[in-house]
């Protein structure tokens, strides 16, 4: 305890001693020494910044914002992005939660909440209403897996109570994907969206993507599909023949791939067949008439035209007709056929198998016979997993080679503990380093010569003065610099050895003014006596 009082003490001392100008220095050596080394020690220590939200609308990004500087968390924007240290992103994000933050960005039925007095009318009853509407379906679509964005806009009927006719309702939803949306997902969305407004048919709603096209609804690009039913269908092809092989040739000893060729035309054919033979009848019409003529004979005589006259012959005729219509009805056949896109053509399949697991000796005599014998079970079994129909014009292709070895060098390895250890504290183990080399520069390079070398004015000859007084109180203050455990001429010594020309010409001036004063000092008798262990 002692000792460390003493090597206090001392230290400071030393530091008294010292010029202002160097004290200066030496406490802006210290300070930049400090700095430095709290600003290295926070990189080194500090949390790694990790995204806690991104995407946000500017007011609701506020909220968070404020409530992060109110928290006393520190946090970094990067764009639309907001990066908080990593230890805490968790905890932030459950403190946030708690306090109903981030706020939706798209609102449902809470805005009809804000619809109430006596000063709304029904028209903004109404458009709140669809408003609402159409928030709840948007984020019924958000939930989707892949849906980034979506808006509903939904055809409000708006008809008159006058009016007799009704317009239909439509509906558009426009979305972006990070990946493809497959068809039915777009059919589904167009049910889900019809469903939700009373009176809305499906296909009158349309699903909208801005690279795409339009997905589902009128006019809706379908050409397309077939192309990624196709894709699909190989796939699964592909798989199905794999887990037949596997089994036998070992796993990655079996390469399939399969092409399914799909018609892409839609087209409708109507027939109509008569049947001459089965004919019956339709219709049957009878029309009968008859009529009867009387006709006279003889000469006009004047008796003729008396009253009671003379009488004279005549003659009658009767007429009867009979007509009868018949219509028969023949039988008619009427078919119409609708071929949609889709309808597979041809179905081609290419296998290639690893001779060397099939336990095929190349140099064996029946080597050529055996393979041909399996390539053959092979076929015949993938043709039958694969429901394959030659005369449709499915074709399929067996070969049977080695396959090469890659070597092991060639092989991506996983990183080791030591790659993945440099990878994460690498920057923390340098900004650790570089801290450490400064303080060793700081400390050897300027605070080390600074308390290590001695004042130089105490034994200078412009701070003796004028005099031999002045010239004793010099040398006084300078070996009252020295500890007083200390040898005084040790330290003369090694004064005199680092700057002998200030020394020779102290002591130069000090024998002069002697022999002017005729007087003796007692510092001067001293250098003088140990002037032979001064100049060694």
């Given at each position: 305890m002692q000792l460390g009082a003493t090597a206090f003490m001392k230290f400071f001392d030393t530091i008294k001693a010292l010029p202002?100008?160097?004290?200066?220095?030496?406490?802006?050596?210290?300070?930049?020494?400090?700095?430095?080394?709290?600003?290295l020690f926070q990189g080194a220590t500090r949390d790694p910044m990790t995204l806690l939200y991104s995407g946000l609308e500017p007011a609701h990004?506020?909220?968070?914002?404020?409530?992060?500087?109110?928290?006393?968390?520190?946090?970094?924007?990067?764009?639309?992005?907001?990066?908080?240290?990593?230890?805490?992103?968790?905890?932030?994000?459950?403190?946030?939660?708690?306090?109903?933050?981030?706020?939706?960005?798209?609102?449902?039925?809470?805005?009809?909440d804000q619809v109430n007095g006596f000063s709304v009318t029904s028209e903004m009853y109404n458009a709140a209403y669809w408003r609402a509407k159409e928030g709840e379906l948007t984020r019924t679509i958000l939930a989707i897996p892949g849906v980034s964005s979506a808006r509903v806009h939904i055809g409000a009927n708006l008809r008159s109570g006058f009016s007799r006719s009704q317009p239909n309702q439509t509906a558009s939803v426009t979305l972006t994907t990070a990946r493809d949306m497959t068809a039915g997902q777009a059919e589904a969305i167009q049910y889900m969206?019809?469903?939700?407004?009373?009176?809305?048919?499906?296909?009158?709603?349309?699903?909208?993507?801005?690279?795409?096209?339009?997905?589902?609804?009128?006019?809706?690009?379908?050409t397309e599909e077939p192309a990624m039913a196709?894709?699909?269908?190989?796939?699964?092809?592909?798989?199905?023949?794999?887990?037949?092989?596997?089994?036998?040739?070992?796993?990655?000893?079996?390469?399939?791939?399969?092409?399914?060729?799909?018609?892409?035309?839609?087209?409708?054919?109507?027939a109509v067949t008569?049947?001459?033979?089965?004919?019956?009848?339709?219709?049957?019409?009878?029309?009968?008439?008859?009529?009867?003529?009387?006709?006279?004979?003889?000469?006009?005589?004047?008796?003729?035209?008396?009253?009671?006259?003379?009488?004279?012959?005549?003659?009658?005729?009767?007429?009867?007709?009979?007509?009868?219509?018949?219509?028969?009805?023949?039988?008619?056949?009427?078919?119409?056929?609708?071929?949609?896109?889709?309808?597979?053509?041809?179905?081609t399949i290419a296998v290639l198998l690893n001779e060397q697991a099939l336990g095929i000796d190349p140099a064996a005599a029946d080597a050529a016979t055996r393979a041909q014998q399996m390539a053959a079970d092979f076929e015949k079994l993938i043709a039958s997993a694969a429901g394959l129909?030659?005369?449709?014009?499915?074709?399929?292709?067996?070969?049977?080679?080695?396959?090469?070895?890659?070597?092991?060098?060639?092989?991506?390895?996983?990183?080791?503990?030591?790659?993945?250890?440099?990878?994460?504290?690498?920057?923390?183990?340098?900004?650790?380093?570089?801290?450490?080399?400064?303080v060793i520069v700081l400390g050897v390079g300027v605070v080390r010569p600074m308390l290590v070398q001695k004042p130089k004015d105490a034994l200078s000859p412009e701070g003796v003065g004028e005099g031999a007084g002045a010239g004793a109180a010099g040398a006084g203050a300078a070996i009252g610099v020295v500890d007083v455990e200390s040898d005084p001429f040790a330290y003369l010594k090694d004064y005199a050895s680092e700057r002998q020309d200030e020394t020779a010409a102290l002591l130069q001036q000090w024998l002069t003014e002697d022999q002017q004063t005729g007087q003796s000092d007692p510092i001067a008798a001293a250098f003088d006596n140990r002037k032979v262990a001064v100049n060694e």
């Open positions: 202002p100008a160097r004290q200066l220095m030496l406490a802006a050596a210290v300070a930049g020494m400090i700095a430095a080394m709290s600003f990004a506020g909220d968070i914002i404020k409530e992060l500087e109110q928290s006393g968390i520190s946090y970094e924007i990067k764009g639309e992005a907001i990066f908080v240290p990593q230890g805490k992103r968790d905890s932030i994000r459950f403190t946030l939660a708690q306090q109903g933050l981030p706020r939706p960005s798209v609102q449902g039925y809470e805005l009809l969206v019809a469903l939700a407004v009373s009176g809305l048919r499906a296909e009158d709603v349309a699903v909208i993507d801005p690279v795409r096209g339009i997905l589902a609804g009128p006019k809706a690009n379908r196709a894709a699909s269908q190989a796939s699964l092809l592909e798989q199905k023949i794999l887990s037949l092989l596997e089994p036998r040739v070992g796993m990655g000893n079996a390469r399939v791939s399969a092409t399914v060729d799909v018609s892409r035309h839609r087209q409708v054919t109507s008569y049947d001459p033979n089965s004919r019956v009848i339709r219709n049957r019409t009878t029309n009968d008439s008859s009529g009867a003529n009387a006709g006279g004979g003889g000469g006009m005589t004047v008796a003729s035209n008396l009253p009671q006259g003379g009488e004279g012959g005549g003659s009658s005729s009767t007429n009867k007709n009979s007509t009868e219509t018949v219509s028969y009805e023949i039988n008619e056949t009427r078919t119409e056929v609708e071929t949609l896109p889709g309808e597979v053509q041809r179905i129909d030659i005369a449709r014009g499915d074709t399929i292709s067996i070969e049977l080679m080695p396959f090469q070895v890659v070597p092991v060098d060639d092989l991506i390895q996983a990183p080791g503990m030591f790659e993945q250890l440099m990878e994460r504290y690498f920057w923390s183990g340098l900004q650790a380093l570089l801290l450490g080399l400064v």
